[in-house]
């Protein structure tokens, strides 16, 4: 599209890092907190983008390291499952679709 004489587009960008505030316990958790299979690798990567100006012994960056390694796991899993009774893996069935893997326990990526 072009703009007209004399005005500029609208750029989305980011202020600098010297800017921008610090990120709290609370924003990772806001991020993770409603983490499913499905955007779990979309989460990590917004995690990792909002604590990677902070340094590796920051409490915060150790605690977002964390929630990324579950959001890991839970890329391979069927839900979070923090709460509540696991169905069995000796349920009828189990061996060929298990119906549960918890981000605790994630299934394996398929290699075939």
Same mark, same amino acid.
């Given at each position: 599209?072009?703009?007209?004489?004399?005005?500029?587009?609208?750029?989305?960008?980011?202020?600098?890092?010297?800017?921008?505030?610090?990120?709290?316990?609370?924003?990772?958790?806001?991020?993770?907190?409603?983490?499913?299979?499905?955007?779990?690798?979309?989460?990590?990567?917004?995690?990792?983008?909002?604590?990677?100006?902070?340094? +590796? =012994?920051? /409490?915060?960056?150790?605690?977002?390291?964390?929630?990324? &390694?579950? %959001?890991?796991?839970? !890329?391979? #899993?069927?839900?979070?499952? +923090? =709460?509540? /009774?696991?169905?069995?893996?000796?349920?009828?069935?189990? &061996?060929? %679709?298990?119906?549960? !893997?918890? #981000?605790?326990?994630?299934?394996?990526?398929?290699?075939?």
């Amino acid at each position: 599209m072009t703009e007209p004489a004399g005005h500029e587009p609208t750029r989305a960008s980011e202020p600098p890092p010297e800017v921008r505030v610090e990120p709290t316990i609370d924003d990772v958790d806001e991020l993770v907190g409603p983490a499913t299979p499905h955007f779990a690798m979309q989460l990590r990567a917004r995690v990792r983008a909002l604590v990677r100006d902070l340094p +590796e =012994e920051h /409490p915060v960056r150790r605690y977002a390291e964390e929630k990324i &390694e579950l %959001l890991e796991r839970l !890329a391979f #899993a069927t839900s979070k499952a +923090e =709460e509540g /009774p696991l169905e069995p893996a000796t349920r009828l069935g189990w &061996e060929e %679709l298990p119906s549960h !893997a918890p #981000a605790s326990d994630p299934q394996q990526p398929r290699t075939d």
